[in-house]
């Protein structure tokens, strides 16, 4: 069974960079099959789209984070990253990654980072 | 960038309702078109893909339809465990991106 874990920091400090990783599990992100993303939900808010990877390590965000955001692979740990520049109090938000077969069918089970001095 | 809209924001229901949610693109998606269920402090479950097929596991009193930029989400009876909030999501040309949710509470 796939699973997926979120990792990183907590709390991260306003203009400063958040960082997160995805442990993929009973799967193997190098498969070309599918994709991989990150997703946000600001607190008591609806979901969005932050950005998405292929094995190939081509790349797809959210026009309006583009600027700021960065998605890797490391293929030898089986994980993928995250990196948001720039934070406010606005990027607050629970952090999911998850497995893109077109729709998302596999999710982590979401991590809270808070931007806050 | 694709918009999607859905409708209403909040819908009250009671137990064995046959409930309807809608949801609208910018433009035309084709049927690339998923609906997620998501309660409390839960990550988002796949419920329907492709508009109008049933993600493996999900209750057969859910069904979806739809294509082009107009898509419905259907319960035929409503179940204690199905109160939850709802979102389309479209994924077209590489683009994914959610609607504002709908919110389906007890009556």
């Known amino acids: 069974q796939l699973q997926l874990q979120e990792s990183g920091p907590g709390l991260v400090k306003p203009s400063e960079t958040l960082s997160l990783t995805c442990t993929v599990s009973?799967?193997?992100?190098?498969?070309?099959?599918?994709?991989w993303g990150w997703i946000r939900q600001p607190p008591g808010k609806g979901l969005e789209w932050i950005g998405t990877i292929y094995y190939s390590g081509s790349t797809h965000y959210n026009p309006s984070l583009k600027s700021r955001v960065t998605i890797s692979l490391d293929t030898s740990k089986n994980q993928f990253s995250l990196k948001l520049s720039s934070v406010t109090a606005a990027d607050t938000a629970v952090y999911y990654c998850?497995?893109?077969?077109?729709?998302?069918?596999?999710w982590g089970q979401g991590t809270l980072v808070t931007v806050s001095s | 960038d694709i918009q999607m809209t859905q409708s209403p924001s909040t819908l009250s229901a009671s137990v064995g309702d046959r409930v309807t949610i809608t949801c609208r693109a910018s433009?035309?998606?084709?049927?690339?078109l998923a609906w997620y269920q998501q309660k409390p402090g839960k990550a988002p479950k796949l419920l329907i893909y492709?508009?109008?097929s049933l993600e493996s596991g999900v209750p057969s009193r859910f069904s979806g339809s739809g294509s082009g930029t107009a898509f419905t989400l259907t319960i035929s009876s409503l179940q204690p465990d199905d109160f939850a909030t709802y979102y389309c999501?479209?994924?077209?040309?590489?683009?994914?991106?959610f609607g504002q949710g709908t919110k389906v509470e007890i009556k």
């Open positions: 999501q479209q994924y077209n040309n590489y683009s994914w991106t």
């Open positions: 433009q035309s998606i084709s049927n690339w």
């Open positions: 998850a497995r893109v077969d077109g729709p998302y069918d596999y």
């Open positions: 009973g799967g193997s992100i190098s498969s070309s099959d599918y994709y």
């Open positions: 492709k508009a109008s």
